[in-house]
């Protein structure tokens, strides 16, 4: 399975964005999509993900500003990113679970600027 994201740029703070993956290589509708981030010198983290059955978890740094969804086709998923802060600054990172395997995506860099 390979993830493929898309959308990342620089904003100014306030502004928004929104973040494309498609995954291929799946005959299955994979099981969680999501997105997590790595800021430099920290640990990547979760934003958001969403199941194939319409369950969805936020970070409460990007609840209420940030929304995911599931589209068609499947195994694709998409992250609105309103209000986006400086803090939100990062590589983002497309993932995706089909049982016990993980998949990433190869990163889309956000920068949000003053």
């Known amino acids: 399975v390979q993830l493929q994201a898309s959308g990342g ?12 993956c498609a995954a291929s290589g799946s005959a299955f509708r994979l099981n969680v999509m999501g997105w997590y981030r790595q800021a430099p010198g920290k640990r990547r983290e979760l934003v958001a993900t969403a199941t194939s059955v319409g369950s969805i978890e936020y970070a409460d740094s990007v609840r209420g500003r940030f929304t995911i969804s599931r589209g068609n086709p499947k195994n694709t998923v998409y992250l609105q990113m309103d209000s986006l802060k400086l803090e939100d600054t990062a590589v983002y990172y497309c993932y995706g679970r089909w049982g016990s395997e993980d998949y990433w995506g190869q990163g889309t860099q956000v920068t949000v600027s003053s």
């Open 9 to 20: 740029g620089l904003v100014q703070a306030g502004e928004s964005l929104r973040l494309s």
